[in-house]
Nanobody
Framework: VQLQASGGGLVPAGGSLRLSCTAS????????MGWFRQAPGKEREFVTL????????HYSDSVKGRFTVSRDNAKNTVYLQMNSLKPEDTAVYYC??????????WGQGTLVTVSS
């Protein structure tokens, strides 16, 4: 399985972006999907996850209320709608799938830069 994230870019503080992550292969709907990010000089951190059906989501405290994760299993795609962006949201954003209790199949990330 390969994951490809896209949709990043440069946006002013307070702006919005929507990221997409498309998976190759089958059984996309069988996996929990997640978004992570890594800011320059920092460790990669968890942002959000969405369960297989899309019914449940979980967010880190830093993005709760501003970001929304969703998925379209028919399109093998998971989305991350990011609103009210802050400069501290600047990072490379990655998607991943949860397999056997661990996150894997890391895709190529997409850079989000929020200007102050």
């Amino acid at each position: 399985v390969q994951l490809q994230a896209s949709g990043g870019g440069l946006v002013p503080a307070g702006g919005s972006l929507r990221l997409s992550c498309t998976a190759s292969g089958r059984a996309f709907s069988s996996y929990i999907m997640g978004w992570f990010r890594q800011a320059p000089g920092k460790e990669r951190e968890f942002v959000t996850l969405i369960t297989e059906s899309g019914r449940n989501q979980h967010y880190s405290d830093s993005v709760k209320g501003r970001f929304t994760v969703s998925r379209d299993n028919a399109k093998n795609t998971v989305y991350l709608q990011m609103n009210s962006l802050k400069p501290e949201d600047t990072a490379v954003y990655y998607c991943a799938r949860r397999v056997a209790g661990t996150w894997g199949s890391w895709g190529q990330g997409t850079l989000v830069t929020v200007s102050s």
